[in-house]
């Protein structure tokens, strides 16, 4: 028998829980023992959810998104990892954007520039998300959306808006000319496999050549041309039909589309032996019928068979039994289990999986999250109040994390939410394989269809066929580790040849945001070095220096890459589909441009308006105790070393020495765009090529260690622009190096409390109103947020996305009007 992670709630298979015994004997259940919670070890694996601000973009936009990191067997935010790899995707399969976003408690946030400085053209995009741990199981485990990308002035001049507006609405009342196209169909036995002379439930799934689901016909024959089933399909392409193989038969179906498409598609080989497991639903009950025929029964009399029920690989249910009837059925004990996709597994006496059945558990949470705005219909720019409540049924506060998205509709008339959302995602999509079309509606309880419907999804997109498959086996080794911070490592060798220097000292000064860090490490036996779990957002100026046992500088420094290279990119998209949702939405975004006067070539300036100051190449080195820039205004020396005379004080250079006079004119350390110098050298130096010099003095230039003893100059050439190259330098490295992604600030205008305030025409027809990414509940429940509307008559859609302290994914929505 398999060994199982763990057996929770385990029950006397076909014992304590209801067996319903279809032929007249009477079965016992070799179990194996359940394991204490101290022995119970579960792989920790992560599981990503993006919430994203909305679908489509304009370029030259902003993207906003909110990371939920949840522990994969029970969706409780999971604190595991601390950096999560967010990348923007283009339509050729290229990473355009990669932000390593913080997570804290399992929650972080970030946004995407969408400009075409980054190269963003108009197209399909992907958003993809994942841990570097997260790296080491099974690619389901990383998040993927798709995102449009729209030109909104990309428009044929020849055409006129009343000619776009005829041609939008053609494709809204679908009268455009429909192109022929192909279609593909496959089949799903219940269980795996098709046996003879067992009676099966065959799925079946259909979609065009661009994967999209169409409605078709069908009728089953056998390979004597005899008509045996009639079906159709009855959800997003799917369908479902009942076939007994007869010995010696082969079948096939002929399917047709709503425009006369046809197509004849074989069944899949029958099998003369073997296990199947079949599932009903029957009074809110799952019941597990195990089949098989006279020929296996006759071939493996009494084989033991062993039946496993598992949700997200925790198995809550396994037990044994001697099969000598075709048919047993028994109930899922659906108490023991948690919400979502259960897996039940038969495996034969040989433990090989022979069938394998997917049903959801749905619970009952006692969790009530409301979203309502203080009224339905608003002014334009008029303050918009949204009210959260997270309660029980009883009235208690539920302790939960939200993100908030309001966004501008843009003539779409959307009256169901049937997109991906935090709980499809955690409950469905991260469980099966492939794309779900619409996968919102499974988890809409207003649609009194949608339990049967995704137990069709789960016969398709679940389907499963072992017959030819191996066990898998166990790989201990995991490659990838878990991230809490940045890492910086090394090794430190000598200067000729590759033997390893130990016991050297390595310093590491790192400058960001004016403040300085400075970190202190010995190499090991082999002469490795590592600087753990370093916590800092955006651009960094690194220092690294290493020196020997007497304090001199000494040995060759080799830097290990700071970040491991991305995951191997499996997204292309080679054109839009176009529907009547994007024209509208891409005709409402032009229009408001048109109407505010916003121009193709003032969208950029919405992303970020920056006032240059005359400082000179940024400093890497934080605060200097002197800094002198210079301009047109600086006179003209003849060498360098009056230019460092005149404008830092107290230097002196004496017989081409440089040097404070504090330090006794001793020679200063010289650093040039952060490479050492020695000043026999400067000389080569001409005057015109210096940008800005910084000097430092006493406690600030500790930061550079004994070599800062007699103070330190820095000089920054005009691009880089130097007329002799240095002495190569071993012992030092300086760079700079990009740390976590620095989250902006959702723009949204602070004087709400007046109703006039005055809009800039970008803000004044935003697609996204507001984003908040943290929305927490206070001790009662209940959270507030406020902003303003823009200046546009629209429909807005209001929506969270979150997840409650004991894991429950939650997603709600709200709409309201703005008119003039």
């Not at 597990?288 to 084989?303: C, F, G, R, S």
Request: with cysteine.
């Amino acid at each position: 028998m398999p060994t199982t992670l763990l057996s929770l709630g385990l029950k006397q298979f076909f014992g304590c829980f209801l067996v319903v015994i279809l032929m007249s004997f009477k079965m016992y259940s070799q179990v194996t023992p359940t394991p204490s919670q101290e022995e119970i070890s579960i792989p920790e694996i992560e599981k990503t959810y993006l919430h994203i601000d909305r679908s489509y973009y304009n370029i030259g936009e902003s993207l906003w998104y909110k990371a939920y990191s949840v522990y994969a067997y029970n969706n409780l935010l999971f604190d595991k990892s601390n950096i999560l790899y967010v990348e923007l995707i283009s339509p050729d399969s290229k990473i355009l954007a990669r932000n390593k976003t913080r997570l804290e408690e399992g929650l972080g946030h970030g946004d995407f520039k969408l400009t075409d400085s980054v190269g963003v053209k108009p197209g399909v995009y992907q958003i993809r998300a994942y841990t570097n741990w997260s790296r080491n199981f099974d690619k389901e485990f990383v998040f993927k959306k798709e995102i449009e990308i729209m030109d909104v002035f990309d428009r044929d001049a020849s055409k006129t808006n009343k000619e776009y507006k005829a041609e939008r609405k053609k494709i809204k009342n679908k009268t455009i000319e429909k192109p022929k196209y192909t279609f593909n169909t496959q089949f799903f036995p219940e269980g795996g496999s098709l046996i003879e002379n067992i009676i099966s439930i065959v799925a079946f799934k259909a979609v065009d050549n661009n994967g999209l689901p169409i409605v078709v016909k069908g009728k089953i024959f056998d390979s004597d041309e005899n008509l045996v089933a009639l079906t159709e399909s009855v959800h997003d392409g799917m369908g479902k039909f009942q076939l007994k193989p007869t010995e010696g038969k082969a079948y096939y179906a002929k399917f047709m589309t709503l425009n006369g498409d046809e197509i004849e598609v074989p069944l899949p080989k029958v099998n003369k032996q073997g296990y199947l497991l079949s599932v009903k639903a029957k009074n809110g009950k799952h019941i597990v019928t195990i089949k098989t025929n006279q020929e296996t029964l006759a071939m493996y009399p009494d084989a033991p068979i062993t039946v496993i029920g598992a949700t997200r690989a925790i198995t809550y249910f396994e037990g044994t039994q001697s099969l000598n009837s075709t048919t047993l059925s028994f109930e899922v004990p659906e108490t023991d289990f948690p919400e979502g996709i259960s897996q039940i597994t038969l495996y034969d006496a040989n433990a090989r999986p022979q069938s394998e059945r997917l049903l959801y558990i749905e619970k009952n949470n006692d969790v009530k999250v409301e979203i309502a705005t203080d009224k339905k219909v608003y002014k334009t720019k008029e303050k918009v109040i949204v009210t959260i409540s997270s309660k029980t049924s009883s009235g208690e506060a539920v302790p939960a994390s939200f993100s908030l998205s309001s966004t501008d509709m843009n003539g779409v008339s959307e009256t169901k939410n049937y997109g991906t959302n935090i709980s499809s995602y955690f409950f469905m999509e991260s469980d099966i394989r492939g794309k779900v079309y619409n996968p919102g509606y499974y988890f809409d309880r207003s649609n009194s269809k949608r339990l049967d419907y995704l137990d069709l999804l789960l016969l398709t997109q679940g389907w499963r066929d072992f017959l030819w498959k191996k066990m898998p086996e166990i790989n201990d080794s995991l490659a990838y580790k878990v991230e809490k911070g940045i890492t910086i490592s090394g090794k430190v060798k000598q200067l000729f040849g590759n033997k390893e220097k130990p016991d050297s000292n390595v310093t590491l000064a790192l400058f960001n945001k004016g403040k300085v860090n400075i970190l202190n490490n010995v190499t090991d036996t082999i002469g490795r070095f590592k600087f753990e779990n370093l916590v800092f957002m955006g651009e960094a100026s690194m220092m690294l220096n290493t020196q020997n046992e007497k304090g001199k500088n000494r040995g060759m420094l080799l830097l290990d890459s700071l970040y491991l290279p991305p995951m191997v990119v499996d997204f292309k998209r080679d054109s839009i589909i176009y529907t009547s949702e994007n024209m509208v939405v891409k005709e409402n975004i032009y229009e408001k441009h048109i109407m505010f006067g916003v121009a193709a070539e003032n969208i950029l300036d919405e992303v970020e308006i920056i006032a240059k100051k005359k400082n000179g190449p940024a400093s890497l080195y934080g605060n200097a105790d002197n800094t002198y820039v210079i301009d047109e205004k600086t006179q003209h020396f003849s060498d360098i070393f009056q230019l460092i005379q005149f404008s830092i004080p107290g230097v002196t250079a004496i017989g081409g020495v440089i040097g404070f006079n504090r330090y006794g004119a001793r020679p200063a350390y010289i650093l040039i765009d952060g490479v050492e110098w020695d000043q026999n050298d400067l000389m080569g130096i001409h005057t015109d090529d210096v940008a800005k010099i910084e000097a430092f003095k006493g406690p600030s230039a500790a930061i550079f260690g004994t070599r800062g003893g007699n103070g330190v100059i820095i000089i920054y050439t005009k691009e880089g622009v130097i007329n002799k190259d240095p002495k190569p330098v071993f012992h030092s490295i300086t760079q700079k190096i990009e740390g976590l992604h620095n989250a902006r600030v959702f723009y949204s205008p602070e004087d709400i409390e007046n109703p006039f305030f005055e809009m800039d025409n970008r803000r004044a027809i935003r697609n996204t109103l507001y984003w908040n990414p943290y929305v927490h509940p206070n001790e009662n429940g209940t959270v507030e947020v406020t902003y303003s509307n823009s200046e546009v008559n629209t429909t807005v859609k209001v929506i969270i996305e979150g997840i409650t302290a004991t894991g429950i994914p939650v997603v709600k929505h709200a709409y309201y009007t703005i008119e003039e």
